[in-house]
T-cell receptor
Framework: EAQVTQNPRYLITVTGKKLTVTCSQN?????MSWYRQDPGLGLRQIYY???????DKGDVPEGYKVSRKEKRNFPLILESPSPNQTSLYFC??????FGQGQGEKLFFGSGTQLSVL | QKEVEQNSGPLSVPEGAIASLNCTYS??????FFWYRQYSGKSPELIMS????GDKEDGRFTAQLNKASQYVSLLIRDSQPSDSATYLC??????????FGGGTRLMVKP
């Protein structure tokens, strides 16, 4: 089954304790992205990747890191989490990046609800 | 900051009515426009994309785009209770990012 898999689904941690949220897709998609969703603010893009070893900042990259060493995986790293990073996080992928027509559909993972105490 | 604005709602319509959802965007260079539906506790899923001015129909859904006025809308005909969800407008402005609006919560009452 074609899917984007995120883990964990729920995560409670404390300020300053490094964590990684994993994301994997099995559709051979080139484009992958991380979003955070907060009430009233919609989805905001954190980082995205056009392909292996190619990553770039989104609108809210502060406090986050990503890597794309393999095409299927795009982990999100919070090296020193803070309470303002408490949010619902979504990983998403698409066949390719935007501006090229039919491949622009984003497939989303199930989300990770992160609480930083 | 490129912005995408939506009325947060809730928009309440009776079953069988037409639901009209609107979205405005600030960047005149925007090229691709999308509507995603998000059920409570679930992830967003794409329901419509539109790239040129005018209407695009897919079943009960019609997306409308007016680049001169910088708005995009979604019409849902014969609304069903199962259409109750948050609808997210998303815009690509010729870069590699997608900017989402805050979403409109739709409630379809039986």
């Amino acid at each position: 089954e074609a899917q984007v898999t995120q883990n964990p689904r729920y995560l409670i941690t404390v300020t300053g304790k490094k964590l990684t949220v994993t994301c994997s897709q099995n559709m051979n998609h080139e484009y992958m992205s991380w979003y955070r969703q907060d009430p009233g603010l919609g989805l905001r893009q954190i980082y995205y990747s056009m392909n292996v070893e190619v990553t770039d900042k989104g609108d809210v990259p502060e406090g986050y890191k990503v890597s794309r060493k393999e095409k299927r995986n795009f982990p999100l790293i919070l090296e020193s989490p803070s309470p303002n990073q408490t949010s619902l996080y979504f990983c998403a992928s698409s066949l390719w990046a935007f501006g090229q027509g039919q491949g622009e559909k984003l497939f989303f993972g199930s989300g990770t609800q992160l609480s930083v105490l | 900051q490129k912005e995408v604005e939506q009325n947060s709602g809730p928009l309440s319509v009776p079953e069988g009515a037409i639901a009209s959802l609107n979205c405005t965007y600030s960047d005149r260079g925007s090229q691709s426009f999308f509507w995603y539906r998000q059920y409570s506790g679930k992830s967003p899923e794409l329901i419509m994309s539109i790239y040129s001015n005018g209407d695009k129909e897919d079943g009960r859904f019609t997306a409308q785009l007016n680049k001169a006025s910088q708005y995009v809308s979604l019409l849902i005909r014969d609304s069903q209770p199962s259409d109750s969800a948050t609808y997210l407008c998303a815009v690509n402005n010729a870069g590699n990012m997608l900017t989402f609006g805050g979403g409109t919560r739709l409630m379809v009452k039986p």
